[in-house]
């Protein structure tokens, strides 16, 4: 559903060491692979209504080609963000109500706003989600097209 993967804004600092592949192909991604292709997210701040997240992390590709990122992260407004989603009905109550209690049990107090404040590591290696000290989920192997890219000088 579009509604939940939808930003208000998005701010990011990139480096990219080494140009992006031209395509998805396995071949392309390979080659982006073999010259130390990754993607360093120096800073990034994202908002979507209530929900506040900013950090910095590291994005690349395992030797199969599945991804691995590294993120830090302090999150705010996820209590407000979560019970909104829940309300119009795109996060089942449950999982809204497991959500809550696990960031409110990581969360720390900002002394001056008073605003509850989780900081959170997260990463995926070796296809496992991991979010703080739990692992959240095996994530499906990614089969990259195998069809070679046409070479651009060719006509």
């Known amino acids: 559903d579009p509604k939940i993967w939808s930003l208000d804004s998005l701010d990011a600092r990139l480096a990219i060491p080494y140009d992006?592949?031209?395509t998805f192909?396995?071949?392309?991604?390979?080659?982006?692979?073999d010259h130390g292709g990754?993607?360093?997210?120096?800073?990034?701040?994202?908002?979507?209504?209530?929900?506040?997240?900013?950090g910095k992390g590291l994005f690349t590709f395992d030797d199969n080609l599945q991804p691995v990122f590294k993120l830090e992260s302090t999150?705010?407004?996820?209590?407000?963000?979560?019970?909104?989603?829940?309300?119009?009905?795109?996060?089942?109550?449950?999982?809204?109500?497991?959500?809550?209690?696990?960031?409110?049990?990581l969360a720390k107090t900002d002394e001056k706003?008073?605003?509850?404040?989780?900081?959170?590591?997260?990463s995926v290696q070796n296809r496992l989600l991991t979010v703080g000290p739990l692992q959240v989920?095996?994530?499906?192997?990614?089969?990259?097209?195998?069809?070679t890219s046409?070479?651009?000088?060719?006509?």
Request: hydrophobic share 40%; proline share 6%; net charge negative.
């Open 25 to 33: 192909t396995q071949e392309d991604l390979q080659d982006w692979h």
């Open 75 to 105: 999150v705010e407004g996820y209590d407000a963000f979560i019970a909104d989603q829940r309300d119009k009905e795109l996060i089942d109550p449950f999982a809204a109500a497991v959500g809550t209690t696990i960031l409110n049990g």
């Open 137 to 147: 989920l095996e994530l499906p192997e990614i089969v990259w097209d195998t069809r």
């Open 113 to 122: 706003t008073g605003e509850k404040i989780v900081n959170l590591n997260a």
């Open 150 to 155: 046409p070479d651009p000088h060719q006509q």
């Open 38 to 54: 990754k993607i360093d997210v120096r800073k990034y701040s994202l908002k979507k209504e209530a929900l506040l997240s900013e």
């Open 20 to 22: 992006l592949p031209a």
